[in-house]
């Protein structure tokens, strides 16, 4: 059902929560949300499965998820505002990335950043990567450490809940979220092409017009 990658994360978050307990739930959780792609789909649901063997608690499990993830996610966002975003500024427009897309990114983080890092808490993929821009566009951080928590309270507690009813067939939950994994990358990459199709033509612009056949209709 696993990969030999992810068997061995199996056997490494096992040891790790027997070792430290909640705490390597949190140092789990903080390493997938700092856009390191760990599947919280195996971090959590076997933290779950560890509340059915009475070595965690449904909420001290849930709690830990979403105290790593506010760690992980804190850590992203810093790297975005004080990282990423100045080198935006000055080298984005090798990438595709202008000045004015900076802008518009400001102004929508501004408009829509609750919403969007409430739900894409419960989103896989974007979870893990949504902290990044947040940091580059520069929304409020007492925000977005409200909405982060918030947002990764669910996720938590419904993975957790899940690999806790499963007991020892927890497993079965990664497949089912690997199907969504493969829609969300498509869409992704679908947006990235229309992003970069839409740059580059803006860029090249309509060819110029020859002067003597613009002279010669005057």
Known sequence: MFGPLEAN???LFEQLYRTVGYGGVVV????ESACIPL?????LPMAGWMVSRQVFTLWGATIAGVVGCVIGSSVAYWVGALGGRPLLDRYGRYVLISR??????DRW?????QAAIFFSRMLPVVRTFISLPAGIARMPFGLFLLYTALGSLPWSLALVYAG???GDNWEALRPVFQKFD????AIVVIGVVYYVYRHVSHAM?????????????R
């Open 9 to 11: 994360l199996i056997t």
């Open 182 to 185: 493969y829609v969300i990358v």
């Open 28 to 31: 789990a959780m903080a390493i």
């Open 164 to 166: 806790k009813s499963l």
């Open 39 to 43: 599947p919280s789909e195996i971090i």
């Open 109 to 113: 983080f501004a408009r829509y950043g």
């Open 100 to 105: 004015r897309d900076l802008d518009v990114a």
């Open 205 to 217: 612009g309509p060819a110029p017009e020859p002067v003597g056949e613009s002279e010669a209709r």
